[in-house]
């Protein structure tokens, strides 16, 4: 019982995390149909750059107070990242839309691999450590061979992710921002015929997708407190597959499916085999395509007659 | 008086070896509602494509004017100016067969339906009548930021927004379904909101493709009157293809006929029901009486 109780603190801590980079997948999805294999080399790369604001904050400027240090480094990440998608997405997507529909998901590739590789000459290809934060624990249950704890990251991490995702509801639900985003999704040509900017509207996504990437990149350095050049990549691909199995193109699905493959991953190193936890995850996505295609949340693709 | 709103010249488009429109010209007056019809395959969807931006004619000028009817007299310096449009502030000159589609939706204010219904199905019934309003209300918030923050003319611009919306909701009859899914609404209803959405674009010219299609006659009387009340009241000019000859003779103002991609008539509808070459090519004729109507009706 009390390893199951720590298992799932953990399991939510990373399904967190997960859930908000698939939400920029299932985003881009939902727009532009095509899966933004990039989304997880810009989530590493978010992550770089939070750890380097930090760094600079704390050194440099010499802010104390790490809460407010996190603050800003947030808000840079956001920024930064955004501007960085804002870029890849001009250059590398928007030349070819209207192409066939591989070329964008190769370029997407291509810029995967170039943000990856780029990080490595710039950063260095080691793992970069910054000090723990946020050490102390809550211990919720004691006894003598195991305590249940909560620690203050993770409560940080909750935190955090729950603010946004609120934030995020609001700006897709209720503004007309969510409104232009969703009549792209639904019916782009339809949408430009009344008025909606349909480009602006895809370079927005693409913006918020980063932000949102950036959130987890930054919340994933306060968690582990390392990051490599090719941390983009199993993560990306995770938070894909929690996108596939809420169902692509649906939001809420996303964030369901990110937290359900943060259990999984966490159950399966506890109580079967650590070094298969990946396998277990990525079985998710074989059988989420053979057995359930739309996903959980995902509307059935009805073919128009 | 005549006041052409949309004068369609030698309007000539061709699909490969494929003639879809030979040398069609007509005008469509400002507030008035004229119909395009013709049988199947006539070439009235390629003549609203050719309009709409969809098609690039293969021939011919396609000029819409708004504002002063003075801007007239610039078309042919426009046309061989080389330029999209002339705008000047008495109002605007376009060459729609220069322009793209949404350009043609966004510069000269000229909204579309389609024949099958194309609402935003998982959007409600509000939202697909603010979605239309978009660009107005972009406008006014300085892009989302100064609308988050609620800044007055903000606030101010999207309470008209809603306003609008209410107004349009009140004339096609849903107030009670606004936060309904579009999809869930019945077909005629979808139809007739399809129209209210296209008119909270503010159009200076409503191009309709079949909309009483697919009706069953209380539905189709539901829009004529939609459309009446959006020339009388509203002042927008409509363009309309049409099947439903009941719809075309009561509401229209001015009929053009198409048969074959070539206009065969064009006048008021009491001049068109009793033109002879209309009513051959609506009713047909056997193969060995083709020579005598056709000599009947001076083709």
């Given at each position: 019982m009390d390893v199951f109780l720590q298992q799932l603190i953990n399991g939510l801590t990373l399904g967190s995390i997960y859930g908000l980079i698939a939400l920029g997948y299932t985003m881009v999805f939902g727009i532009?149909?095509?899966?933004?294999?990039?989304h997880g080399d810009v989530f590493m790369v978010a992550s770089f750059i939070a750890m380097v604001t930090f760094l600079l904050l704390t050194?440099?400027?010499?802010?104390?107070?790490v809460v407010l240090a996190l603050f800003i480094v947030l808000i840079v990440a956001m920024v930064l990242t955004g501007f960085l998608n804002w870029t890849i997405e001009r250059i590398a997507y928007r030349p070819l839309r209207?192409?066939?529909?591989?070329a964008p998901l190769i370029s997407a590739i291509g810029m995967s691999i170039f943000l990856a590789n780029f990080v490595q000459v710039a950063q260095g290809p080691r793992n970069k450590a910054m000090p723990a934060l946020f050490n102390e624990v809550i211990v919720l249950r004691s006894s003598e061979t195991f305590d249940v704890a909560v620690s203050y990251k993770q409560i940080v991490i909750w935190l955090v992710t729950a603010l946004l995702l609120l934030g995020f509801w609001f700006l897709v639900t209720r503004t007309k921002l969510g409104r232009a985003q969703r009549a792209c999704e639904q019916d782009p040509k339809m949408a430009a015929l009344v008025g909606v900017d349909v480009d602006r509207t895809i370079s927005i996504t693409f913006v918020i997708a980063a932000a949102l990437a950036a959130v987890a990149g930054t919340l994933y350095l306060v968690y582990y407190g390392v990051v490599s050049?090719?941390?983009?990549f199993q993560p990306g691909v995770k938070a894909f597959t929690a996108a596939v199995l809420g169902g692509i193109g649906s939001l809420p699905g996303a964030v369901i499916g990110g937290l359900l493959i943060g259990l999984i991953e966490t159950f399966w190193s506890a109580y079967f085999s650590l070094d298969y936890k990946d396998v277990a995850a990525f079985s998710i996505l074989a059988v989420t395509m053979i057995f359930?295609?739309?996903?959980?949340?995902g509307r059935p693709d009805v073919e128009k007659v | 008086m005549t006041r052409p709103l949309l004068r369609v010249e030698h309007l000539t488009m061709r699909f490969g070896g494929l003639?879809?429109?030979?040398n069609v010209s007509f005008t469509a007056q400002h507030g008035e509602i004229t119909a395009l019809i013709g049988p199947n395959g006539a070439g009235k969807t390629t003549v609203f494509n050719c309009i709409t931006g969809f098609y690039k004619p293969t021939e011919g000028r396609l000029a819409l004017q708004s504002g002063d009817?003075?801007?007239?007299?610039?078309l042919d310096t426009l046309t061989a100016g080389g330029a999209k449009s002339l705008r000047r502030a008495d109002g605007g000159l376009f060459l729609?067969?220069?322009?793209?589609d949404f350009e043609v939706s966004r510069d000269a204010r000229v909204a579309r339906t389609f024949q099958n219904v194309r609402l935003?199905?998982?959007?409600?019934v509000l939202e697909n009548l603010l979605v239309a309003q978009h660009r107005a209300l972009m406008a006014a918030s300085g892009f989302t930021i100064l609308g988050a923050i609620g800044w007055a003319p903000y606030r101010k611009a999207e309470h008209a927004s809603i306003e609008r919306a209410r107004l349009w909701l009140d004339r096609i009859g849903l107030i009670d379904r606004a936060?309904?899914?579009?999809?869930?609404?019945p077909y005629g209803a979808q139809r007739r909101l399809e129209v209210a959405r296209a008119m909270c674009t503010e159009p200076m010219l409503l191009c309709l493709d079949?909309?009483?299609?697919?009706?069953?006659h209380r539905e189709s009387a539901a829009l004529n009157d939609l459309l009446m009340l959006i020339r009388d009241q509203d002042k927008t000019s409509i363009l309309l293809i049409e099947h439903d000859m009941s719809v075309v003779m009561e509401i229209s103002d001015h009929v053009v006929v198409l048969d074959y991609g070539e206009k065969i008539a064009d006048g008021k509808p009491a001049e068109i029901r009793s033109d002879q070459k209309v009513i051959a090519a609506y009713l047909g004729v056997e193969d060995e009486e083709v020579d005598k109507v056709a000599a009947e009706v001076g083709l």
């Open positions: 532009i149909g095509m899966v933004n294999f990039a050194t440099w400027l010499g802010i104390s107070s209207g192409s066939f529909r591989l050049f090719n941390d983009g359930l295609p739309q996903g959980l949340l | 003639v879809a429109i030979n009817q003075a801007l007239w007299d610039d729609l067969e220069r322009m793209r935003f199905q998982g959007m409600t936060d309904d899914p579009a999809g869930t609404l079949e909309p009483a299609a697919g009706l069953n």
